[in-house]
């Protein structure tokens, strides 16, 4: 029973991390809850690329609007599960013209769900508040209510990796 959080910037290494973590639980059922939307060939070679990297082993998820909902039916079980990643499911969700406060709703049912969890619960999430401040609304409004998920889901979780340059530092456990 233990939630990691995973975070770093894109191509840091996260994902071979999570995976890394999640592989060392080799008698337990593992799922891999994606939450990307292939909407093009670069994102469908990126998919398959990712498949492979984590093997036959894994059951995948498909998550891309409803991950608190999806993500309740496996975390109570004790399996090893995957999350990759939140900052492509709040993307979904501002996609689907959820306002501000409907995603805060869904942020805090995550949380919800993550206090439920039975198993390895490994969450992985690009950090997004690094670079200049975007120079328009509806981006500053996506890095802003992502930085307050990163805050919420860091507070609940039993340990936290930055992971940069392909090297995870413990920030907090």
Same mark, same amino acid.
């Given at each position: 029973m233990e939630t990691i959080f995973i975070i770093g910037g894109c191509k840091s290494g996260k994902s071979?991390? #999570?995976l890394e973590l999640a592989d060392k639980y080799l008698d337990q059922k593992k799922i891999y809850v994606a939450t990307s939307i292939v909407c093009d060939e670069e994102m469908e070679d990126r998919v398959k690329k990712h498949k492979k990297e984590r093997g036959d082993e894994w059951e995948t998820l498909e998550c #891309? $609007?409803?991950l608190p909902d999806r993500l309740n039916g496996v975390v109570i079980k004790g399996y090893v599960v995957l999350v990759d990643c939140l900052t492509m499911w709040v993307n979904n969700l501002f996609y689907k013209g959820l306002t501000i406060q409907e995603i805060e709703v869904e942020i805090q049912k995550l949380l919800e769900v993550i206090a439920r969890n039975? &198993?390895?619960l490994i969450l992985v999430s %690009? /950090? =997004?508040g690094l670079g200049i401040v975007p120079s %328009? /609304? =509806?981006?500053r409004k $996506?890095?802003?209510v =992502? &930085?307050?998920m990163h805050q919420k889901v860091a507070k609940v #979780?039993?340990? =936290?990796y930055f992971v940069t340059c392909g090297i995870p530092n413990l920030i907090k456990g």
């Open positions: 071979s991390f #999570a #891309a $609007y409803d039975r &198993g390895l %690009n /950090e =997004v %328009n /609304e =509806v981006s $996506y890095r802003d =992502v &930085g307050i #979780a039993d340990k =936290v």
